[in-house]
C-alpha cells in the first residue's frame, strides 16, 4: 500500500492540480487565438497548465518526503465570523447601518472563547456609536442607518 | 543633478506642507500604529483595512495617507513585539528576540526609544536615496518595451517565490494561481468575460482589497482565535524611555550598519523590510563586540534590524515609483490603490505628476518625524491598547473591515468576496501555502498578459524575442539564477533556518 507521508503537501498538490484544470477547462469557452495575435483563452490555459502540472509534482512529492500533519479546520470560528460577514453584508441595505452592526458584533462574539452578553451588548453600543459617527457622519459614507419600514 | 534636485526636493515639500496634505500624514501615521500595534496585525493587514478610507480623497492626498499608514504601522509592530513578543508580521520577528529580553529586565522604555530612532534615522537617509536614484532608474524604463516589461515581471515575481517561506513549489503555485485570479474579468483585448460564470460584480475583476483583506486579515483573526488568549504586557515596567550615554555609544554603529544594509536590500524586487531585518540583524550578530548577549536583550539587536526594516520600508518604493513593479505585497496594495486613484504606476509618474512624486518623498520624511514626535509621548496609550482583551478587539476589526470593503462599491459582493478568501487564506496557511505571492500575481496578472500580448505581436508569435532583447535576456537569466540558486542544497538549509525561527 501506498503511504501518504506528507499530508499537507498532499492536499496542497491536490488543492493546485484541480485551480489549474478548473482554468485550463474553463479557458477551452474562449478563443485560443495563436502566439502572435493571443486570445482570451491563450495566457490563462499557459498558466493553468503550468500550475497543474506543479501541484501534480507537489502531490507525488506527499508520498516520498516527509511533511507535517494538516490541523483539522475551526469549522465552528469560521461558522460564525463568515456568517456575520454575510449578515451584515447582504442585510446592511435592508435593515439599516444600526441593526446590520449589531447583527455583525453579536454573532461573531459567538466565536470567542467566552461569550458574556452584558459585554457583547456594550461592545456593540460603542462600536454603533463609533461607526455612526466616523463612516456615516465624518466621511459621509451613504450607508442607511435605520430599517427601510421604518424610515 | 544638484539645482534639479533641489527643485524636486522644494516642490516635494511644497507639496507635503499643505495642510491637509499634513493633516492626512498625521492621520495615516496615527491609524497605522493604533492598528499595527493590536497583536497579530501587521502593516499588510493595517494597509488593508484601511485603504477604503483613502478612496475619497485626491491621489496626492491617499498616497501620502497611506505611506503614513505604512511606516505607523510597521512601527507600532515593533512596539507590539517589544512588549509582548507577539510580531504583527515576518519581518519584526528579529525586533522579538532582544527586543522583548530588554523588556524582560526591565528596559522596555529604552528599547522603544531605540527602535524609534533607528528608525527615524534610516528613514531620513533613505528618503534621500529614494530621491537620489529615482530619476536616473525612472529615465531607463523609460525605454523599455513590453519584452522589458514582461521579462522584469518574471524576475520580481521570482524573487517573491524565493522569499517565501517553504516550499519553493508552493510558492511559484500561489503566483501563479494570483495571477490566474488577475485574470479574471473582462479581457481588455476581446472584450471577452472571461471566467465570471454571469456573476455581474466579477466583469472588473477579482477585487484586490476584498481578497488581502480575506487571506491577511479574516484569517490572522481566526489563527488568533484558534490559540488561546496567553500575554504577558510589561505595561508598568516601561519606565523611562531614554536611552543611557552608553546605550547611545552601542546603538549608534548598528543604527548605520543597518540602514546600509537596509536600504540596499529594500530596492531588490522581492526585498523590503522582511530580507532587511532578518539581514541586517544576522549580519549585527557576527561584527558586534557584543554578540554574545544577542538574544539576552542586547542593544543592538533592537537598533540593526529597526534601522533595516525601516531603511528597506522607505526604498521598496524605489521599484514601486520608477518601474510600476511591486516589490513585496504592501507595494502590490499600493500599486492597487494607485490603479483606484486612475494613476498607473510606471516611469512616467515622476514626469506626468511630479507634484504626486515629489510630494509622496518629502512627505515620508515628515512622516518619520511625526513618528518619533508622536509615538514616543503617546507610548502609554499604545500600551493600554495591548492591554485590551482579544475577545473585544476582533469584533472591533471585523466592523472596520466589514464597513471598509462594503463601501469599496456599496455592494455586499466585496463582504462575500473577503469571507471566501478568509476561509481559503486559512487553508493555504495549514497547508503551508504563503498567499504573499498570491497578491503580487493578482496584481500582476493582467500587466503580464498585456506586455507578453504586445510583445508577441511585435515578434509575429515568436517567444525568442524575450531572450534575443538584451535587457529583457538579463532579467530572465537573472530570474533562473535566483531560482537555482535557492534550489542549490546548501542554501535552501540556510533559508529554511531563517524561516524556521516563524
Redesign the interface.
Known amino acids: 500500500m501506498i503511504k501518504i507521508k506528507s499530508p499537507?503537501?498532499f492536499?496542497?498538490g491536490l488543492?493546485?492540480i484541480a485551480?489549474?484544470l478548473f482554468?485550463v477547462i474553463?479557458?477551452r469557452n474562449?478563443?485560443l487565438g495563436?502566439?502572435?495575435?493571443?486570445?482570451?483563452a491563450y495566457?490563462?490555459t499557459i498558466?493553468?497548465g503550468?500550475?497543474a502540472v506543479?501541484?501534480g509534482?507537489?502531490f507525488f512529492?506527499s508520498f516520498v518526503a516527509k511533511g507535517?500533519k494538516?490541523?483539522p479546520?475551526?469549522l465552528r470560528?469560521?461558522f460564525f465570523?463568515?456568517l456575520?460577514?454575510?449578515l451584515?453584508?447582504?442585510l446592511?441595505?435592508p435593515i439599516g447601518l444600526v441593526l446590520a452592526?449589531a447583527l455583525?458584533?453579536v454573532v461573531?462574539?459567538f466565536?470567542?472563547?467566552?461569550f458574556g452578553l452584558r459585554?457583547?451588548l456594550l461592545?456593540s453600543v460603542l462600536?454603533i456609536i463609533l461607526?455612526v459617527l466616523v463612516?456615516a457622519k465624518g466621511?459621509?459614507?451613504?450607508f442607511p442607518l435605520w430599517p427601510k419600514f421604518l424610515g | 543633478m544638484g539645482l534639479q534636485f533641489l527643485h524636486n526636493l522644494s516642490l516635494g515639500f511644497g507639496v507635503a506642507f499643505q495642510w491637509l496634505n499634513l493633516f492626512y500624514c498625521l492621520m495615516g501615521v496615527l491609524l497605522g500604529t493604533l492598528i499595527g500595534v493590536l497583536p497579530g496585525i501587521g502593516p499588510v493587514a493595517t494597509i488593508a483595512m484601511l485603504l477604503p478610507?483613502t478612496f475619497?480623497l485626491s491621489p496626492t492626498a491617499a498616497l501620502i495617507m497611506l505611506a503614513g499608514i505604512y511606516y505607523g504601522a510597521q512601527y507600532g509592530g515593533s512596539t507590539t513585539s517589544i512588549l509582548i513578543n507577539i510580531p504583527g508580521e515576518a519581518s519584526s520577528v528579529v525586533t522579538c528576540l532582544d527586543g522583548y529580553q530588554m523588556a524582560r529586565k526591565g528596559r522596555a522604555g529604552p528599547a522603544l526609544a531605540t527602535a524609534a530612532i533607528g528608525s527615524f534615522f534610516a528613514g531620513c537617509v533613505s528618503t534621500v536615496i529614494l530621491a537620489m536614484f529615482a530619476p536616473p532608474l525612472a529615465g531607463i524604463a523609460l525605454k523599455f518595451g513590453p519584452a522589458e516589461y514582461f521579462s522584469l515581471m518574471v524576475f520580481g515575481l521570482a524573487a517573491a517565490v524565493v522569499l517565501a517561506h517553504g516550499?519553493l513549489?508552493?510558492a511559484?503555485?500561489m503566483v501563479?494561481?494570483g495571477?490566474?485570479l488577475g485574470?479574471v474579468g473582462t479581457?481588455t483585448?476581446?472584450g471577452?468575460m472571461?471566467?465570471t460564470f454571469g456573476i455581474f460584480e466579477l466583469a472588473d475583476g477579482v477585487g484586490f482589497v476584498g481578497v488581502a483583506m480575506g487571506l491577511f486579515g479574516?484569517a490572522e483573526?481566526?489563527a488568533n482565535?484558534?490559540i488561546?488568549?496567553r500575554r504577558e504586557v510589561f505595561t508598568s515596567k516601561v519606565g523611562r524611555l531614554m536611552p543611557s550615554k552608553e546605550d547611545f555609544r552601542r546603538m549608534w554603529r548598528p543604527i548605520l550598519r543597518g540602514t546600509a544594509l537596509g536600504a540596499g536590500l529594500g530596492i531588490l524586487p522581492g526585498g523590503g523590510p522582511l530580507l532587511a531585518s532578518f539581514g541586517a540583524y544576522a549580519l549585527e550578530k557576527k561584527v558586534s563586540r557584543y554578540g554574545h548577549e544577542f538574544g539576552q536583550g542586547a542593544i543592538e539587536g533592537v537598533a540593526a534590524p529597526e534601522a533595516a526594516n525601516n531603511a528597506g520600508a522607505q526604498t521598496s518604493f524605489i521599484p514601486l515609483l520608477t518601474l510600476g513593479i511591486p516589490s513585496n505585497v504592501v507595494m502590490a496594495l499600493m500599486i492597487g490603490a494607485m490603479m483606484i486613484q486612475g494613476i498607473i504606476p510606471g516611469p512616467k509618474v515622476m514626469t506626468e505628476k511630479p507634484d504626486l512624486f515629489w510630494g509622496l518623498i518629502a512627505s515620508m520624511w515628515i512622516g518619520n518625524a511625526m513618528l518619533v514626535v508622536l509615538n514616543l509621548p503617546l507610548i502609554g496609550i499604545w500600551i493600554r491598547l495591548l492591554t485590551v482583551p482579544?475577545?473585544?478587539l476582533?469584533?472591533?476589526i471585523?466592523?472596520f473591515m466589514?464597513?471598509g470593503v462594503?463601501?469599496l462599491s456599496?455592494s455586499?459582493?466585496?463582504?462575500?468576496l473577503?469571507?471566501v478568501f478568509?476561509?481559503l487564506g486559512?487553508?493555504f496557511v495549514?497547508?503551508?501555502?504563503e498567499p504573499a505571492p498570491l497578491i503580487l500575481g493578482l496584481i500582476l496578472g493582467p500587466m503580464?498578459?498585456e506586455n507578453?500580448?504586445r510583445a508577441?505581436?511585435l515578434?509575429?508569435?515568436?517567444?525568442i524575442i524575450l531572450l534575443t532583447k538584451p535587457i529583457s535576456a538579463g532579467f530572465l537569466v537573472a530570474a533562473i539564477i535566483l531560482l537555482g540558486i535557492v534550489l542549490a542544497p546548501a542554501i535552501r538549509r540556510k533559508r529554511e533556518e531563517v524561516f524556521v525561527e516563524d
Open positions: 499537507k503537501d492536499w496542497a488543492m493546485f485551480f489549474g482554468f474553463g479557458a474562449y478563443n495563436t502566439a502572435a495575435r493571443m486570445g482570451p495566457f490563462p498558466l493553468g503550468l500550475m506543479i501541484g509534482i507537489v512529492r507535517g494538516v490541523s479546520i475551526p470560528l469560521f465570523i463568515t456575520s460577514l454575510l451584515f453584508g447582504y446592511l441595505e452592526l455583525l458584533i461573531s462574539a466565536a470567542g472563547h467566552e459585554e457583547v461592545l462600536l461607526s463612516f466621511l459621509g459614507l451613504p | 478610507v475619497s516550499s513549489l508552493k511559484i503555485a501563479l494561481l495571477l490566474l485574470l479581457d483585448t476581446s471577452t472571461r471566467f479574516i483573526i481566526v482565535l484558534e488561546k488568549e482579544y475577545r473585544f476582533y469584533p472591533s471585523l466592523v466589514a464597513i462594503y463601501s456599496n455586499p459582493f466585496d463582504v462575500l473577503m469571507a478568509g476561509i486559512h487553508i495549514k497547508l503551508e501555502c503580464m498578459e507578453l500580448r508577441l505581436l515578434s509575429r508569435g515568436d517567444p
